[in-house]
C-alpha cells in the first residue's frame, strides 16, 4: 500500500509506523503518522555485517509480521555477496543477532520477506543479471533452503513510501497497537534520558549546576551483613594489539627475524622489511629451515642490517644473547662478523661466527655493548664469496623477566607483575578469533622450536612471530600466581572480517560443519597439553620436552569473543562446549555475549542463550568501552543480576573522556565503578581492563593501561587504580551505606539540593586468608568529603594509600597517607583504601 493512502489516516484507531533506511549507512528506522504528516521517531537497528568502514550497509530492508505478531527483516548487504541480512524481532526494538544465510548466486540484490500460512517465510531476492530467486526460512528464521529460480512477478517488489523530512523513502507501511508503539516510543526515551547522563564529565564540572559548591558531608554505616565473594575480581586481559607482543613484552630485539613479512601483515612489507642493504637482499625459499617459516637471507660478501624496533635499546655492559640458523650453500665453512652499531655508525660491541655445515645449523655468541644507546642496530657482515642462507636471527636481553629464555621485557614484566593479577586473558579479543577463517588463532602454532612456529599476520595491521607463544604466555601466569585464561575462538572468525574470495565476510558461514571435529580436537589438545600427563599424552611430552614436566593446572577456557550470536555462532559454540564437558567436566567455560552491554542485541541474546544452555557455562565474557559519564551512572549494573545464573567476566571495559588517554577522571569513574564490583563479587567473578598495552606511535586503540616506548614504561592513572583494587582485595564483602548530606546554597530549596551519589564510592572487604580489612572511598567531586563512619572502627594509624588530582591530569602519584582522628577528609577528585 503506498502511503497516500494514508492521507486521511487522522482518523485510525490504530497508529501507523513506516519502516525504512534513510540511506545505506543509516540502519533501520521508523517513522510514526501524526497529524503534520510522518514524523520519525528513530534508528531499530542497523547492519551488522562485515568491516567498519567498508561494509556494515543495509540496502532495501524488507520487513513482515509473522501470524504471532513477530517480525522478520530481510535486507542487502552489498552488491557482491552471496548473502543477505536476516533478522528477528518480538518488538521492533530488541533484534536478534543478524544471520546471514549463504546463497548459490553471488549476488542477493533487493531481499523481499512474505509469511506463509504455515509460520515458514520466502524470501525472493534477485542478481545482477535480474535472474529472480527465491528461499524460504523456518518459522525462527534460523534455517534458510538452499536457493532456486523464482517466477514471481515483479510486484512482490512493490514497496509502500513516505515523504519524511522532505524526502520520498521506500520502505514498508505497518498499523501497531497503541501498546507496540508504546514500547518503541518508551524504548527511545530511555534511550535518550540514558544518553544525556551518560554525557556527564567530572572536566566540566565547573559549568554543573549541579555539583555542590560547598564541602559534602557524609556517613558510611557498616551494617555488618557479609557475603562471600570473587577472590579473583582484578586480573589483566593481554592482547597483541598496539605491538604489545612483538617488539614489546616479548624481549626479541630483532624485528622480522625469520623473513616472513609479508603485504598481508602491513601494506608494503615484505621478507626483508626492517632489514637494510647496499645491495638487493636476495630471500628464497628452497631447502628451508621449517616449513613453516620457509624464507630466509641468502649472504655472500654482504653486510645486513637490522633496525629492531625503532631501533634496538642497549645497555652500556648488559649481556645480549645473539643467534641464527646458517646453512652453508656454496662451501662448508663461512665466517660472519656481528656488530652492534650506534646512531652514528660506530661499533658499540661486535663479534664472530664461523659456521661449518651444509645443513641448518643455530650459531650463538654473546654481544656486551660498551656503551648506552637507545637507537642501535645490529649488523651481520659476510665475508667472503661463499653463499650461506641465515634465518631466524635473534638478539635477547640476558636479563628477561625471571631470567626466562625466550623470554619477556623485564620492566614491562615487572610493572605488570606488579599489579598482582589473578588470572590474565591471552591472547587476545579480535586477535584471538581473527580476520576470517584463516586468521583464527591456533594455539598448536605457537608451541614448540621457535622455528617451526607458524607466523601469521595481526589483525591490527602487523605480524606475529608466535615466539610469544602458549608456554609462554602459561609460564607467565605461573611466575606470577595468575590463572590462566586462554581464550581461543569459537569457530567463527571476528565479525568485523573483510569478505574473503568468495565475497563472503563478517562471521564468513563459521569453520564449515566438517571441519569443526577436528577444530574441536584442537581446544581438546589445548587442554591435555596444559594439563595432561607426559607419561600418556604426546600434548603433554611437548609441555615437558619445552621444560614444564608439570600441569600447568588450567582451569578456565574462553570461547569466543565479542561475536555476533548468531545461528551459526551459537551452533558452534555448543558444539565445543559440549566437547570439552564431556571430555574435561571440571574446566570452567567462558563465553561470550557480544562487544556492548544491555541492550544490545548480542547482549541480549548471548545471556538468553546462556540462560537457555544453564549447562554449557560457568561464566559470560562482557565488554563494554564507556564515557565516564556512563560508569557514573550505571552504578547499579550488577545488582539485578540473577544470582543463580552463569558468573559474569567482564573481560574488557575502560571509560574514557574526549582525550581517549587515562586521567583522574577516568581513573575515578572505574573506581566507583570497582566498588560496585566488589558489592557484586558474588555475580561478578573476574574484571580486566583493556586494552593493558600500547606501545608509542604504534597505538591501534586508546585508551590503554600501560603506555611504554623500548626504554620507557609508564603506567597511567588507570594502572595505579587497578592494582590498588587488586592488591587490596577480598574474598567477603561487608555491607555498608554510604548517606551524603550536601549543604544547600543559600536560597535554594530542597528540591534543588543535588543528588551527588553517583560521584562517591565505598567498599569494604576483608580477606579470610589474612583476616585484614581493606576500605575503599572514592569522592569524585570537585568538593571535599568529611566522611563519619559508623560501626567500625579504623585503627589509629591504619595504613592508607591513596592520589587525588584534577579530572584531566594525566599522571598520579600514590602516596601514604597518614589517617588522623576519626572524621576522614577526602580531597576533591580522591581515592582513598584503608588496610586494617
Ligand atoms: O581491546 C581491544 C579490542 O576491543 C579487542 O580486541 C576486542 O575484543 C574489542 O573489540
Not at 48 to 56: A, P, R, V
Not at 225 to 230: A, D, H, L
Not at 448 to 463: C, S, T, V
Request: proline letters at 6%; glycine letters at 8%.
Amino acid at each position: 500500500m503506498a502511503a497516500s493512502l494514508f492521507a486521511g489516516a487522522q482518523e485510525a484507531v490504530s497508529p501507523q509506523v513506516f519502516i525504512y533506511a534513510p540511506n545505506e549507512r543509516a540502519g533501520l528506522h521508523i517513522a510514526q503518522l501524526a497529524d503534520n504528516g510522518w514524523q520519525e521517531i528513530g534508528q531499530l537497528c542497523s547492519s551488522d555485517y562485515g568491516t567498519w568502514g567498508q561494509e556494515k550497509r543495509m540496502y532495501h530492508p524488507s520487513l513482515c509480521r509473522a501470524q504471532d505478531g513477530t517480525w522478520r527483516l530481510v535486507f542487502q548487504i552489498n552488491d557482491k555477496s552471496p548473502m543477505f541480512a536476516a533478522a528477528y524481532s518480538k518488538d521492533l526494538v530488541t533484534w536478534r543477532p543478524q544471520d546471514y544465510p549463504i546463497m548459490t548466486s553471488r549476488q542477493c540484490l533487493n531481499p523481499v520477506v512474505f509469511p506463509n500460512p504455515d509460520g515458514s517465510f520466502d524470501i525472493y531476492f534477485k542478481t545482477k543479471g535480474g535472474d529472480k530467486r527465491w528461499t524460504s526460512a523456518t518459522t525462527d528464521f534460523r534455517r534458510f533452503a538452499p536457493d532456486r529460480a523464482s517466477q514471481i512477478s515483479e510486484d512482490a517488489w512493490l514497496r509502500d513510501t513516505a515523504t519524511i523530512a522532505g524526502k520520498l523513502m521506500e520502505g514498508c507501511l505497518f498499523e501497531l497497537t497503541p501498546a507496540e508503539l508504546q514500547t518503541v516510543t518508551n524504548h527511545f526515551q530511555r534511550q535518550a534520558a540514558d544518553r544525556k547522563i551518560s554525557q556527564e564529565r567530572m572536566y566540566e564540572d565547573a559549568r554543573n549546576p549541579n555539583m555542590p559548591h560547598l564541602p559534602v558531608s557524609a556517613t558510611l554505616t557498616v551494617t555488618g551483613q557479609e557475603k562471600s565473594i570473587s577472590d579473583k575480581l582484578i586480573g589483566i586481559f593481554f592482547e597483541d594489539i598496539s605491538y604489545a607482543a612483538d617488539g614489546g613484552l616479548y624481549a626479541e630485539l630483532i624485528q622480522n627475524r625469520d623473513f616472513e613479512y609479508i603485504p598481508k601483515d602491513h601494506r608494503g612489507w615484505n621478507a626483508t622489511t626492517a632489514w637494510d642493504s647496499r645491495k638487493p637482499i636476495v630471500v628464497v625459499a628452497v631447502d628451508p629451515l621449517s616449513e613453516n617459516n620457509p624464507h630466509y637471507a641468502v649472504l655472500g660478501n654482504d653486510t645486513i642490517i637490522n633496525e629492531g624496533w625503532d631501533g634496538i635499546a642497549v645497555k652500556a655492559g648488559d649481556r645480549y644473547d645473539f643467534s641464527m640458523f646458517v646453512r652453508n650453500i656454496t662451501s662448508d665453512k663461512k665466517q660472519f662478523i656481528v656488530q652492534l652499531i650506534d646512531e652514528d655508525n660506530r661499533v658499540i660491541a661486535k663479534t664472530d661466527l664461523k659456521t661449518q655445515n651444509k645443513d641448518w645449523q643455530q650459531y650463538s655468541a654473546v654481544l656486551t655493548p660498551r656503551e648506552t644507546c637507545p637507537r642501535a642496530r645490529l649488523v651481520i657482515i659476510g665475508l667472503k664469496d661463499a653463499k650461506a642462507g641465515i634465518d631466524m636471527v635473534s638478539l635477547f636481553p640476558q636479563e628477561t623477566f625471571m631470567n626466562r629464555k625466550n623470554g619477556l621485557r623485564k620492566d614491562l614484566a615487572e610493572t605488570i607483575a606488579a599489579l598482582h593479577p589473578k588470572f590474565i586473558r591471552f591472547p587476545g579479543g579480535c586477535m584471538s578469533h581473527g580476520q576470517g577463517l584463516e586468521n583464527i588463532y591456533h594455539w598448536n602454532h605457537t608451541v614448540g622450536p621457535l622455528q617451526d612456529r607458524k607466523p601469521d599476520f595481526n589483525i591490527w595491521g602487523y605480524h606475529q612471530t608466535r615466539g610469544l607463544g602458549f608456554f609462554e604466555y602459561f609460564q607467565f601466569c605461573e611466575d606470577i600466581g595468575a590463572e590462566p585464561l586462554p581464550v581461543l575462538a569459537a569457530g567463527v572468525p571476528c565479525q568485523n572480517s573483510s569478505n574473503n574470495r568468495d565475497g563472503i565476510g563478517g562471521q564468513q558461514g563459521g569453520i564449515p560443519m566438517d571441519q569443526m571435529p577436528a577444530y574441536i580436537q584442537e581446544l581438546l589438545d589445548m587442554i591435555e597439553w596444559a594439563n595432561g600427563d607426559p607419561a600418556t599424552s604426546k600434548w603433554a611430552r611437548m609441555r615437558a620436552d619445552a621444560g614444564h614436566p608439570a600441569p600447568f593446572n588450567l582451569k578456565y577456557i574462553g570461547i569466543g569473543n565479542e561475536d555476533i550470536i548468531g545461528t551459526v555462532y551459537e551452533e558452534r559454540y555448543e558444539m565445543i562446549c559440549r566437547a570439552i564437558r564431556a571430555k574435561y567436566p571440571d574446566i570452567r567455560i567462558c563465553g561470550t555475549v557480544g562487544p556492548f552491554h544491555t541492550p544490545s542485541a548480542d547482549y541480549t541474546e548471548g545471556w538468553d542463550f546462556t540462560k537457555r544452555h544453564p549447562d554449557l557455562q560457568y561464566m559470560v565474557d562482557e565488554h563494554y568501552y564507556e564515557s565516564t559519564g556512563w560508569f557514573m551512572h550505571h552504578r547499579d549494573y550488577y545488582d539485578h543480576y540473577d544470582r543463580n545464573a552463569a558468573k559474569v567476566y567482564l573481560g574488557e571495559y575502560a571509560a574514557s573522556t574526549q582525550t581517549k588517554r587515562p586521567n583522574m577522571e577516568t581513573a575515578l569513574a572505574e573506581a566507583l565503578y570497582l566498588t560496585d564490583i566488589e558489592r557484586n563479587g558474588d555475580v561478578v567473578e573476574m574484571t580486566s581492563y583493556a586494552p593493558m598495552l600500547a606501545k608509542d606511535d604504534h597505538h591501534n586503540w586508546d585508551p590503554d593501561m600501560i603506555y611504554f616506548s623500548n626504554t620507557e614504561v609508564r603506567p597511567t592513572p588507570a594502572y595505579e587504580m587497578q592494582r590498588l583494587f587488586s592488591v587490596y582485595s577480598g574474598d567477603c564483602y561487608v555491607k555498608t551505606v554510604l548517606k551524603a548530606q550536601v549543604e544547600r546554597e543559600p536560597g535554594a530549596s530542597a528540591d534543588q539540593t543535588p543528588d551527588v551519589s553517583h560521584r562517591l564510592g565505598a567498599s569494604l572487604v576483608h580477606d579470610s586468608k589474612t583476616g585484614k580489612k581493606y576500605l575503599k572511598l572514592v569522592n569524585a567531586l570537585p568538593q571535599p568529603l568529611i566522611l563519619t563512619v559508623d560501626g567500625l572502627t579504623i585503627p589509629e594509624g591504619a595504613r592508607c594509600e591513596g592520589f587525588e588530582g584534577r579530572p584531566e591530569e594525566q599522571t598520579v602519584e600514590v602516596k601514604s597517607i597518614v589517617l588522623e582522628g576519626k572524621t576522614l577528609r577526602l580531597p576533591p577528585y580522591s581515592f582513598r583504601v584503608i588496610e586494617f
